[in-house]
């Protein structure tokens, strides 16, 4: 039976974290776009073409 020491575990969990995020960071792009496209949000946002016709008592 082989023993696997416990810095190379260490190395081991943390390069397929690094794969795991640059894989994440590789794919967000077109996940981003097939949310927008499900959505309909497109990633803009909205500008208001008048003023509100009432004041509101809201707290900012």
Known sequence: MI???KPRVTALA????VIGMVGLS???VPLYDL???AT????T????TETP???SDREM
């Open 53 to 55: 016709s009432q004041i």
């Open 26 to 28: 590789y794919a967000a």
């Open 3 to 5: 023993v696997i020491g």
């Open 45 to 48: 946002t909205n500008v208001a």
């Open 14 to 17: 943390l390069a397929g974290l």
């Open 40 to 43: 309909g949000y497109g990633g």
């Open 35 to 37: 949310f927008c496209r």
